[in-house]
T-cell receptor, first 115, second 110 residues
Framework: ETGVTQTPRHLVMGMTNKKSLKCEQH?????MYWYKQSAKKPLELMFV???????ENNSVPSRFSPECPNSSHLFLHLHTLQPEDSALYLC??????????????FGPGTRLTVL | EDQVTQSPEALRLQEGESSSLNCSYT??????LFWYRQDPGKGPEFLFT???AGEEKEKERLKATLTKKESFLHITAPKPEDSATYLC???????????FGQGTTLQVKP
């Protein structure tokens, strides 16, 4: 595996389900990110982790719960989602926030549909 | 407020017809401007990072330039495989947060 991988690629869930998205980076990076991409809207940052510590929570509802057990893995736990949460969820990684300009590299995304 | 605006929203070109995409930004303390290409249903693919006004980067038919207020992505003699959405983003401060524009969807017809 190379770059940033995400699983599953597609997910359909009901509003009462609990599911998790997984991201793994094979680039030796220290920072990881979750983004949400809805139709006709710009990419929206959700969370930032730097050396496993959360450094940014962009006012994300508590039904989205991130977890970063180490610098290579990032999870997004989902529970009691709403239909408006349907979107493409993208994971990214970068060398580390102290770097300049610290380019972010993205995974292929998980297409989430909430029924 | 930090902001990124891309224009046009959509662009249709004939194969070989050169053009430019614009990214205007307002940010305090720019720490990098990034161009990405995104194909439908896929994650953004990194193209360029620009950091200083006057900087230019090239890759095949693409050339990115940066001023203090905007960046241009010039496409020379495009081919149908250049069809995609091109995203511009800026990084401000030390948080790692990227602020994205809405993107320009480019269609190149043979």
């Amino acid at each position: 595996e190379t770059g940033v991988t995400q699983t599953p690629r597609h997910l359909v869930m009901g509003m009462t389900n609990k599911k998790s998205l997984k991201c793994e980076q094979h680039l030796g990076h220290n920072a990881m990110y979750w983004y949400k991409q809805s139709a006709k809207k710009p990419l929206e940052l959700m969370f930032v982790y730097n050396f496993k510590e959360q450094t940014e929570n962009n006012s994300v509802p508590s039904r989205f719960s991130p977890e970063c057990p180490n610098s290579s893995h990032l999870f997004l736990h989902l529970h009691t989602l709403q239909p408006e949460d349907s979107a493409l969820y993208l994971c990214a990684s970068s060398q580390g926030l102290a770097g300049n300009p610290d380019t972010q590299y993205f995974g292929p995304g998980t297409r989430l549909t909430v029924l | 407020e930090d902001q990124v605006t891309q224009s046009p929203e959509a662009l249709r070109l004939q194969e070989g017809e050169s053009s430019s995409l614009n990214c205007s930004y307002t940010v305090s303390g720019l720490r990098g401007l990034f161009w990405y290409r995104q194909d439908p249903g896929k994650g953004p693919e990194f193209l360029f990072t620009l950091y200083s006004a006057g900087e230019e980067k090239e890759k095949e038919r693409l050339k990115a330039t940066l001023t203090k207020k905007e960046s241009f992505l010039h496409i020379t003699a495009p081919k149908p495989e250049d069809s995609a959405t091109y995203l511009c983003a800026v990084r401000a401060g030390n948080t790692g947060k990227l602020i994205f524009g809405q993107g320009t969807t480019l269609q190149v017809k043979p």
